[in-house]
Structures are given as structure tokens and as C-alpha cells.
């Protein structure tokens, strides 16, 4: 259902997006919990979705519990983890962060390199 939501999103039709992944993430949450990887990839993309609304913290607060969900299940390092970090990095720079942003940025650039 998310994965319907982020086609809508793409397409541009947000508020149908949003509706759809929020709906999405409250069906996740009771049938699988909040700790699932499957509620982390819906949050991701709900965050996604309200970056694009230009409502960026309620993406902050998504990516942030995706995040903690990722880092639990994948490890730091992950791909899944380091994309979830860039789409933060990018909603501090929207924002007008590039303190916050960069911050984050360097610490991706630091996981991958420890992958090497």
C-alpha cells in the first residue's frame, strides 16, 4: 500500500500519497509493530512524502524512527541506513541546516569508508 502511495507521490498527487502511507504505517504498526523493517520502509517513505509537502518535520521525525528501526535490524552501515541518513541531510538543507545537514553527510561518508 505504501509502495502505492510513493508511486503517488511521484507522480505528484501528494495528499493521496500521504493518505495512503499514513494508512499504510498504521496497518504496519498493528500487524507487524513499530520495530519491523517493513514499518521502517513505510516511514522512510511517508518521510519522503512530507519532505516533498515541504513539511519537514514530520519527515525528520519519520526518517529519525526509520532510522532506529534500520540501524537495530541492519546495522549502521547498511545501504537501507545510509539512504535514510542522505533523505535527513537533505530535508536540514531545505530547511536551511547545512550545519546539521553536513554533519550528517560526514558521518555517511565515515560508515562507507569503515565498509573499505
Not at 507522480?11 to 504496519?28: R, S
Amino acid at each position: 500500500m505504501h509502495n502505492l502511495g510513493s508511486a503517488l507521490r511521484d507522480k505528484g498527487d501528494l495528499d493521496q500519497a500521504l493518505n495512503l502511507q499514513e494508512n499504510a504505517l498504521v496497518i504496519l504498526r498493528r500487524r507487524v509493530s513499530t520495530e519491523h523493517l517493513s514499518t521502517a520502509t513505510c516511514m522512510n517513505a511517508l518521510g519522503l512524502t512530507h519532505k516533498r509537502l515541504e513539511d519537514f518535520e514530520k519527515a525528520l521525525d519519520m526518517y529519525t524512527r526509520a532510522l532506529g528501526v534500520q540501524r537495530r535490524e541492519l546495522g549502521a552501515r547498511h545501504s537501507e541506513c545510509l539512504a535514510t541518513m542522505h533523505n535527513m541531510a537533505e530535508c536540514y538543507t531545505n530547511m536551511g541546516d547545512e550545519l546539521k545537514a553536513n554533519v550528517i553527510r560526514e558521518e555517511i561518508l565515515r560508515l562507507v569508508d569503515q565498509q573499505t
